[in-house]
């Protein structure tokens, strides 16, 4: 079992940055791959970056690749995704989740944490 709680979100202007925190309890976080999604008003969750159990290999989507960026510390159960030069398009609701495999099909993540609100302002 393991429980996911985000934190960081906030309103930032455009080209801004934030930096979004997962802490997560459970003594196997090290053994799980963690991926960030977002989920913005009428549009479907999708992927955004993850990570490997070791944070050896990361994957990002198209649209925040240069931008975003996803790391992991397993010794403090965290992993967190630097967001820069922020834009509009990025304002979402963004979950951190557990999966035992490095992928981007959310439906592979078995393990969700409640969200946190990023607000980028033009």
């Known amino acids: 079992q393991v429980q996911l709680v985000e934190s960081g979100g906030g309103l930032v202007q455009a080209g801004g940055s934030l930096r979004l925190s997962c802490a997560a309890s459970?003594?196997?976080?090290?053994?799980?791959?963690m991926g960030w999604f977002r989920q913005a008003p009428g549009k479907e969750r999708e992927f955004v970056a993850a990570i490997s159990w070791s944070g050896g290999s990361t994957y990002y989507a198209d649209s925040v690749k240069g931008r975003f960026t996803i790391s992991r510390d397993n010794a403090k159960n965290t992993v967190t995704l630097q967001m820069n030069s922020l834009k509009p398009e990025d304002t979402a609701v963004y979950y951190c989740?557990?999966?035992?495999?490095?992928?981007?099909?959310?439906?592979?993540?078995?393990?969700w944490g409640q969200g946190t609100q990023v607000t980028v302002s033009s």
């Open positions: 459970g003594r196997t976080f090290s053994s799980y791959a």
């Open positions: 989740a557990a999966s035992k495999f490095i992928v981007q099909v959310s439906t592979m993540y078995k393990y």
